[in-house]
T-cell receptor, first 109, second 114 residues
Framework: KNEVEQSPQNLTAQEGEFITINCSYSVGISALHWLQQHPGGGIVSLFMLSSGKKKHGRLIATINIQEKHSSLHITASHPRDSAVYICAVSGGANSKLTFGKGITLSVRP | DAGVTQSPTHLIKTRGQQVTLRCSPKSGHDTVSWYQQALGQGPQFIFQYYEEEERQRGNFPDRFSGHQFPNYSSELNVNALLLGDSALYLC?????????????FGNGTRLTVT
């Protein structure tokens, strides 16, 4: 079993829809990262969470430490949100960063 | 303020050859980590450098080695290349070793081994 699992595997949405991407992990963590990767490879950091909830524009990220689960929400989705969304976790100092496989999101106009 | 820069952007090598990839971190960042991303997969952690030493390492063979210079820039070296080493190699810099601050990634080096 992978340490970081993301669901759904692929996601297609219509422009304007509310989108939720999930991330579950099986190890104790000190931080969880949500990353966005567009075709061509570049990765952009969206959020770094250790507890609670963060919001940036149309994006909201939440984490439940007890349930070992995080969600990334996109409100009023737009075709430019089409990308791969990757969840990564860290166990803190002296630990590595472990990634999920990523979710491919396609938003249709 | 320049972000993370990686060079080269693309590289084609033959099996058995050696390759060196380079990374310059974001200004103010002293920690550099390297990742391998195969097509259709999430990145895999290779190693992390801080104060010119390898601090953490993922499940990669000794053919993968690195270096960090006093200006915090870093190199990833891969010896005896295999076809399976073909991947996107990403570098990220951060302000701490525990990955508890936002990561800044370069655009990667696409390595093709033939």
């Amino acid at each position: 079993k992978n340490e970081v699992e993301q669901s759904p595997q692929n996601l297609t949405a219509q422009e304007g829809e509310f989108i939720t991407i999930n991330c579950s992990y099986s190890v104790g963590i000190s931080a969880l990262h949500w990353l966005q990767q567009h075709p061509g490879g570049g990765i952009v950091s969206l959020f770094m969470l250790s507890s609670g909830k963060k919001k940036h524009g149309r994006l909201i990220a939440t984490i439940n430490i007890q349930e070992k689960h995080s969600s990334l929400h996109i409100t009023a989705s737009h075709p430019r949100d089409s990308a791969v969304y990757i969840c990564a976790v860290s166990g803190g100092a002296n630990s590595k960063l472990t990634f999920g496989k990523g979710i491919t999101l396609s938003v249709r106009p | 303020d320049a972000g993370v820069t990686q060079s080269p952007t693309h590289l084609i090598k033959t099996r058995g050859q050696q390759v060196t990839l380079r990374c310059s971190p974001k200004s103010g960042h002293d920690t550099v980590s390297w990742y391998q991303q195969a097509l259709g997969q999430g990145p895999q952690f290779i190693f992390q450098y801080y104060e010119e030493e390898e601090r953490q390492r993922g499940n990669f063979p000794d053919r993968f080695s690195g270096h960090q210079f006093p200006n915090y820039s870093s190199e990833l070296n891969v010896n005896a290349l295999l076809l399976g080493d073909s991947a996107l190699y990403l570098c990220a810099s951060s302000a701490d070793r525990a990955f508890a601050t936002p990561l800044h990634f370069g655009n990667g080096t696409r390595l093709t081994v033939t």
